[in-house]
Nanobody, 126 residues
Framework: QLQLVESGGGFVQPGGSLRLSCAAS????????IGWFRQAPGKESEGVSC????????FYDFSVRGRFTISRDNAKNTVYLQMNNLKPEDTAVYYC???????????????????RGQGTQVTVSS
């Protein structure tokens, strides 16, 4: 069974940090790209950051560059999103998704994925 399970969301004040985890099972993790996407109320989903598990190549949306870091642990079949200097506009449901063919740029920029997790809420507020 293909499965992605997110964890690590929560409430944080502006300037704070959170680390999201995406645990994968049921597919060849090393062969896939994993992306983090987010959707705020009333807005369309957007790609935040994507990583190719085979070689670690990454893509970041302009809005999070320098603040967010994506990484993966292939031994644990897990992808992480370290989020620093969080801003209120980062508030959204964050979900991870998997894609086997597209480049990381295409995956993130065009919201291309084959399956996704349920998501975890991130709220940034004072």
């Amino acid at each position: 069974q293909l499965q992605l399970v997110e964890s690590g969301g929560g409430f944080v004040q502006p300037g704070g940090s959170l680390r999201l985890s995406c645990a994968a099972s049921g597919f060849a993790f090393d062969s896939f790209r994993i992306g983090w996407f987010r959707q705020a109320p009333g807005k369309e989903s957007e790609g935040v950051s994507c990583i190719r598990n085979s070689d670690g190549s990454t893509f970041y949306d302009f809005s999070v560059r320098g603040r967010f870091t994506i990484s993966r642990d292939n031994a644990k079949n897990t992808v992480y999103l370290q989020m620093n200097n969080l801003k209120p506009e980062d508030t959204a449901v964050y979900y991870c998704a998997a894609e086997s063919k597209a480049t990381v740029e295409a995956m993130c920029f065009h919201n291309r994925y084959e399956f996704r997790g349920q998501g975890t809420q991130v709220t940034v507020s004072s």
